[in-house]
């Protein structure tokens, strides 16, 4: 999940795994995740979010429907694309698939606005690839499905375009990891996920299913932990070292931007240790895990600890319900609920000390208990 200015600055059920003190949930959540995933990455912290996604499914509580991957971002005018970033990342999905067994389907989006896409749609045109997939996921699931958005919200916001309808009976919750709580005026922008496409952002926000909210940053550009924004950050180090090596291979593959015709070599060979020495003294940014841990039923305490919604102890945060408006510009402004009754929500970090050590905690928690190598051998 990339986050730059528009200066381009970085701004099945098992019980293994699952942590002793957290309930067990009915059954796994079916889930549509789309996201900017690129090989070379353009902010690494989408591979994070992709192992979070894999050791949700081992631990029983989700079950990834599919994946639709944010197309190649627009180059510059000397022909570079931000940060260095490649194509989408379906070397990566190969690579999780050859180490866990695991197949999840995933379709490439589309590289037009949606602007100009909703208009062919009027005009009978199909739907793209992306929305295309998010369609058929809605409509052969047994049960409303989550939808999460990490990267661009064009091809969400194409698919409910052509099948509102089937958004308001099919989707369960959309968790829309994009935007910033607060503004000095009441532009809708200045936040990449948000400007990649503007029309799409206000889009989603007319979609008839629950929105849990997760503001990238509190203010535009602010790398700081605050009361209503998802950004985080940890130390490598902390979580890399304690993975499966097949694990730490991908994640070390992706960070040094791995020569892609050596995708399946990267991943069997013993991992590099002067890489992993590197990488683990590195910082990383994150913002969408509270949102991936909330979809799988799950909070994290203010001890770290992973815990039912339930379950007695002080959490680290919590979704609260909100007001959503359009204000006289086109962007977004937001209050909380009156009366505690709404299906729009917003993140809000109770603990703003507390927040990063916690989430570190709980990271590794799920993803050391519950990461699997299952590897696919060739015939």
């Known amino acids: 999940m990339a986050r730059l200015s528009v200066c381009f600055m970085i701004f099945c059920a098992m019980s293994v795994g699952v942590p002793a003190q957290v309930s067990a949930a009915p059954g796994p959540v079916p ?25 949700l499914a081992e631990a029983g509580k989700i079950n990834p429907l599919g994946i639709v991957l944010d197309y190649p971002l627009p180059e510059d005018e000397t022909g570079q694309r931000p940060n260095g970033a490649g194509d989408p990342g379906v ?16 379709a490439v989006g589309s590289g037009r606005p949606y602007a100009a896409v909703a208009a062919d ?27 999460v958005i990490t990267g661009s919200c064009r091809d969400v916001a194409i698919a409910a375009r052509i099948d509102p309808d089937l958004f308001a ?18 532009e809708a922008g200045t936040e990449w996920n948000v400007d990649l496409d503007p029309p799409a952002w206000q ?12 503001p990238c940053f509190g203010r535009p550009g602010e790398f700081r932990v605050s009361q209503y924004s998802s950004w985080w950050n940890f130390r490598q180090g902390d979580i890399l070292p304690m993975l ?27 991992p590099d240790p002067k890489a992993l020495r590197i990488q683990s003294e590195s910082l990383r940014n994150m913002w969408c895990t509270a949102g991936f841990f909330d979809m799988a039923g799950w909070t994290v305490l203010r001890d770290g600890k992973l ?21 006289e510009s086109g962007g977004r402004k937001w209050k909380p ?9 917003i993140l809000e970090i109770l603990d703003t000390d507390r927040y990063c050590a916690g989430m570190t905690s709980a990271l590794r928690e799920l993803l050391e208990k519950s990461l699997r190598v299952r590897r696919v051998e060739s015939d």
Not at 125 to 136: H, K, N, V
Not at 250 to 260: C, H, R, S, Y
Not at 312 to 322: C, E, K, Q, T
Request: charged letters at 25%; one cysteine or more.
């Open 121 to 147: 749609i009027e005009r009978g045109s199909p739907a793209p690839e992306g929305a295309a997939l998010l369609l058929d996921i809605l409509r052969r699931s047994e049960e409303p499905v989550t939808i």
């Open 91 to 106: 070397i990566t999905l190969a690579q999780m698939r050859r180490i866990t067994g695991r197949e999840i389907p995933w």
């Open 244 to 270: 499966p090596a097949e694990f730490r291979n991908i994640l070390l593959f992706a960070l040094q931007k791995g020569n892609g015709s050596r995708w399946l070599t990267a991943v069997i060979e013993p």
């Open 337 to 345: 609920a009156a009366g505690q009754k709404s299906n729009r929500y």
């Open 307 to 327: 815990a039912d919604p339930q379950a007695s102890g002080d959490r680290l945060y919590r979704f609260a319900p909100i007001e959503v408006a359009v204000t």
């Open 203 to 214: 889009a989603i926000w007319e979609l008839p299913c629950p929105i849990r909210w997760l």
């Open 31 to 55: 889930v549509v995740l789309t996201m900017d995933l690129y090989h070379p990455p353009c902010d690494p912290d989408d591979h994070w979010d992709l192992l979070t996604l894999y050791a």
């Open 169 to 186: 009976r099919r989707c369960r919750t959309l968790y829309l990891n994009a935007g910033v709580a607060f503004h000095e005026g009441e």
